[in-house]
C-alpha cells in the first residue's frame, strides 16, 4: 500500500470496512474441490484480510460469515461451517485478542450449542477493553438487528429514536462502516448491515473470496479514497464543472 493510501486511513478517512465475503462455493466448483474446502479455503483469506486490515490502520473490520437465511443450506454445509467456526473461535479468533483487537460476535447466539456460546462470549469479555473491533455476523441478519435493537431499548425503558437504536445494536462498539466491499460479483446488499449501511460506499468485485488478495483490498481503499462523501449535504467546495 502507498504512503498516502495508509496516512489517509491512518487520519480516519477509512475506520471501518466491512466484506461480503462470497464465491467459496463458486471457488470450490472452478478447483474441482467440494464446497467445505472452498469454506476452509475463505476462512483462511477471512484470518488473512482481516489482520491485513488492522495492520494498515482500518481500525474496524466486519465480516458476513453466517446469515439467518443460510440455515438453508444442506445440512452437510450448515454443520461443516459450524465446524470450522467453533475450530476458528479456539485458534484465528483468539489470535485476534491477543494482537488487542476486540471480538465480537454480530447475531443471534441462541441457535448455538452452549459449548460455543460459551466461548464466544468468553473472547468478546476477555477483549473488551480493546478499541481496534472484529464484528464477525454469524447466524446475523439486518432486519433481526433492528427489531432486536427496539426490543432491548423498550426493555431498557428508552423511548424509540435514532440514537436509541443505535446504542442497542450488535455494532454499537464501531461506528458505521464506511466501506462496503462484496466479492465475486454480485452486487447486494443481502440483508447485511441495514441500518448502519446508510451512508456506506461500495465496493464491488468479481475476485472470488478465497481468491482475494492484500493487493484487492488496497484498490478497494484507494477506490474509497477518490470518491467524494456529503452524507447528504452539498459539496462544500465543488471545484470547476
Ligand atoms: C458465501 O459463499 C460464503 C458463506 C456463506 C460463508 C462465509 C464463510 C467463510 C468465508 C468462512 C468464515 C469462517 C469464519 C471462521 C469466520 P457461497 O458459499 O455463497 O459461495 P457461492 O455463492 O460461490 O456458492
Known amino acids: 500500500m502507498d504512503r498516502e493510501t495508509k496516512e489517509r486511513i491512518a487520519s480516519g478517512e477509512l475506520r471501518h470496512i466491512a466484506f461480503i465475503m462470497d464465491g467459496n462455493g463458486r471457488w470450490a ?20 484480510i482481516a489482520s491485513y486490515c488492522h495492520e494498515i490502520g482500518v481500525r474496524h473490520v466486519t465480516v458476513y460469515a453466517f446469515s439467518t437465511e443460510n440455515w438453508r443450506r444442506p445440512e452437510s454445509e450448515v ?3 459450524m465446524r470450522l467456526f467453533s475450530s476458528y473461535l479456539d485458534t484465528a479468533i483468539r489470535r485476534f485478542t491477543e494482537k488487542k483487537v476486540r471480538v465480537v460476535f454480530l447475531g443471534d447466539k441462541t441457535p448455538f450449542p452452549p459449548a460455543i ?11 473488551s477493553s480493546y478499541s481496534d473491533t472484529l464484528n464477525i455476523a454469524f ?21 424509540i429514536s435514532e440514537e436509541a437504536v443505535a446504542r442497542h445494536l450488535y455494532t454499537a462498539a464501531s461506528p458505521d462502516p464506511d466501506l462496503i466491499v462484496r466479492t465475486a460479483g454480485e452486487m447486494r446488499l443481502s440483508n447485511f448491515l441495514l441500518w448502519q449501511a446508510a451512508y456506506a460506499e461500495f465496493y464491488y468485485t468479481d475476485v472470488l ?13 484507494v477506490d474509497f479514497l477518490r470518491r467524494k462523501r456529503n452524507f447528504g449535504g452539498i459539496d462544500p467546495n465543488p471545484g470547476p464543472d
Open 209 to 221: 473470496w478465497p481468491d482475494m488478495t492484500f493487493a484487492d483490498v488496497d484498490k478497494a481503499c
Open 117 to 127: 456460546v460459551k466461548k464466544m462470549k468468553r473472547l468478546e469479555s476477555d477483549s
Open 79 to 81: 454443520s461443516a461451517l
Open 29 to 48: 466448483t472452478r478447483a474441482g474441490k467440494s464446497r467445505n474446502e472452498g469454506h476452509r479455503k475463505g476462512a483462511k483469506t477471512f484470518e488473512e
Open 139 to 159: 447466524n446475523y441478519g439486518g432486519r433481526e438487528e433492528i427489531v432486536h435493537a427496539c426490543r432491548e431499548a423498550l426493555a431498557a425503558g428508552e423511548e
